[in-house]
């Protein structure tokens, strides 16, 4: 193997472990950590680059790595659906179960108003003239 290939896979190498090492959030380079603090960090060519320690560009010899920054941000946006398709299940369900519970209670409201208004007329068949207008007097002062 002569020196350029050498230097080929230890570039090469290099990159995969950058990959791993944002993959799993053990950054070594200041400004990518600021990033993930700050939750601005991507996986991209430029983060992989920095971290790696090399020059801007050098992925564009290395298409494998590039392919496999691809696959693990295709995957990811995918897991990210299907986790936002799931929420979004969860909180329709619970929107609908709130729906009928609304709709009973008011059910139950409307069955006890119609309860309380023919009391109200029964008390008021009872009464007599002179205790109905003095109860209208005293709700009219109030």
């Known amino acids: 193997m002569s020196y350029k290939e050498e230097q080929f896979q ?19 380079n200041p400004e990518l950590l600021d990033k993930k603090l700050t939750g601005k960090l991507k996986v991209n060519r430029l983060s992989v680059e920095k971290e790696a320690g090399l020059s801007v560009g050098v992925l564009r010899n290395h298409l494998d790595v590039v392919e496999k920054i691809n696959n693990y941000n295709n995957t ?11 929420e979004v299940k969860k909180l329709k369900n619970k929107n609908k179960e709130q729906k009928e519970e609304i709709e009973n ?13 023919m009391l109200m007329v029964a008390l008021a068949e009872e009464l007599s003239p002179i205790q109905k207008e003095n109860i209208l007097k005293f709700n009219l002062k109030e």
Do not use: F
Request: proline share 0%; no cysteine.
């Open 10 to 28: 230890k570039t090469k190498q290099e990159l995969y472990k950058a990959l791993e090492r944002i993959i799993k959030g053990n950054i070594t």
């Open 76 to 86: 990811n946006e995918n897991s990210n659906k299907n986790l936002k398709n799931e």
């Open 105 to 117: 209670l008011n059910e139950a409201m409307s069955k006890q108003l119609a309860e309380h208004q």
